[in-house]
């Protein structure tokens, strides 16, 4: 065997040759940062059939980026808690190019067209009908594309739209009984919690995708704090109607607690120090002048 | 003594027998190790970055993957094959017995189609455990018809670089079937542009291509198997006939052209 230092020069060069190439790469990020008005270089429609036969790992791929963007808007938000109904301050402003992108190179990437429809309506409404209508329109079979329509027409109060894309989508063959259901909410009690927690419910459970189902599961947590505060609310009113004052602590309402549902809440619990705090463990606090719970405070 | 005639059957199988010992002793299966490590990463890793839709991207992938490989082994095995037999003068040992030129380069290609054939089945079969790993299974049916779609776009491909291997250096050979397969891909996409810009002269040369060269669209299934979706029995007979039609026509002109070249 010949001695190792006759290959000595050769891992030295490429030691040396790999430093220089590592100080003179830029930093990933330079490479591409988010700027504004940012759009994905080509346009999906103008890759098809340009790909040869690559259209679905493409579609794959604008799947990922648009996964990708949102998850880094909303852990760049300086906001400890993020509206899921107003997404508009976190510039989320590709996600909609990206899915469009995804759905050109396959017309029946149907999680796409799930994502987009649910989380598109706290961005922009008129891109999450276009993304839901163009769904229906490569996939006239699928009645979940029609539910997430009436989803979208619903989030954005247009009930009688939103009432005839459930009834187009209970029309179509395999379609579930609730979508009959949701039409007749929709024309009778569109407006309620209970119907909003129908729609998240039935989101969590149907959809085949994680981000759709991830949503919605945040989505009904949402309403079961929104469940808290109300029966906080009562129970705070309550205490006072007996006692002419209002509680100086929580703690002081449990008796009244008791009788109440929130022991069911998943977002309502006493913590080790006896704080009646939320799913996080972030504790609930009494705005004293209007004997109310403080919304804000956690 | 003198010895049994063989048929032209038995020489075509012993043909297609050395030229499948003979890629396999060029290690042309060793394109496995990397695609195994290709998609077992992906296994593993896509969870976290396609909110559940690992088992789309795997098919996506792993089909994308097949197709690139094929190609590749097709091409530069494909323009090699002949070549080769005449470098190292053994077409003339050939030769010399009762083997007829078509019978030699039908059993080389049909020989290399096997290889493909086997290489394909292991790459599938690798996609099919990493779909069952993420819970995909429900996708190994498309995924496998996808791949049956590929292996048939395979074998045009090979036709091609024995045609052009027949009577065309290794190099040149290569880049021409390159260009055959980039053409095919587009020519149906390069047509409609044609008709889109509205120049008669684009759209003839255009449709010229798209008769005359394969249209690989009959076989490009990928995207569909990974949304889980059946190419139809009808889809597959076109596929079928379409690349039988062609491998046909491509040998035909290739064992004409061989037959006429002389190697004295």
Redesign the interface.
Known sequence: MRPIRTILPSVVLLVIGYGLVFALQPPPAAHYPITEGETPLLRGGMLRGFLLGGEGLAADWYWMKALQHVGVRMGAATSDTIDLDDLRDLNINLLYPYLDAATDLDPHFLAAYSYGAIVLPAIDRDHAIAIAEKGIRENPGQWRLLQHLGYIYWRSGEYELAADAYSRGANLDGSPPFLKLMAATMRSDAGSRATAREIYAQLAQQVADEATAAFASQKLAELDKLDAFDELDRALYEFREQNGHCPTNLPELTKVLLRGAIADNPQFRVDSSGRFVDAKGNPYAVQHEACSILRGSN | MQRPKTTRFQQLTAIIGNTFREAIRDRILYNLVIFVLLITLAAVFLGE?????EA??I???G??SI?LFGTFISIFVGVSIVWKEIEKRTVYAIFSKPVGRSTFLVGKYLGLCLTLTVNLAIMAAGVAVALIYVNGAGLIWPMLAGALLIALELTIVTAVAVMFSSFSTPALSALLTFFV??IG??S??LL?FARGIGSASAEAIFSAIYYLLPN??H??F??????G?FATLQAIGIAIAYAILFDVIFMSIATAVFSLRNFK
Request: charge should be negative.
């Open positions: 970055l396609t909110a559940g839709q789309r991207v098919v996506n992938l089909l994308s197709l397969f980039l891909h587009l149906a996409s409609d690989f669209s076989f490009s990928i995207a569909q198997s990974s949304n979706e």
